[in-house]
């Protein structure tokens, strides 16, 4: 993981474990196309307080006594969050692409 993607690759991880479990739990291999997009909305919308939850307790190991505090914490997330539909749209060409690769 790169210093300055942390977060974003941290997200992605999230996203991608999730992904896998919405697999197993439905019996499947991988998802069309077509339904990820609403794969992506149960994977990141639906479940963005534990994303939350877990991106801060992940870059709290990371970081250690570096951890930027948690009001920066809280402004880094506004950012992050601001643009639902961007988000949405970059993991799901993340999973197309994570598909493709594990096929």
């Keep these: 993981m790169e210093k300055n ?20 739990e439905n019996n ?17 919308i639906d479940k963005k307080d534990k ?7 992940c870059l709290k190991k990371i970081q250690g006594d570096d951890f930027m505090g948690d009001l920066a914490y809280q ?12 988000n949405c749209k970059r993991l799901e060409l993340e999973l197309i692409e994570y598909q493709k690769n594990t096929r």
């Design 5 to 24: 993607n942390i977060v974003k690759d941290l997200i992605i991880m999230f996203v991608t474990e999730n992904y896998k479990g919405y697999l197993k």
């Design 51 to 57: 994303l939350k939850v877990w991106l801060k307790q």
């Design 75 to 86: 402004n880094l997330l506004i950012s992050i969050f601001e643009d639902d539909k961007f």
């Design 28 to 44: 499947l291999t991988s998802i069309n196309e077509k339904e990820i997009p609403n794969v992506v909305h149960k994977l990141y």
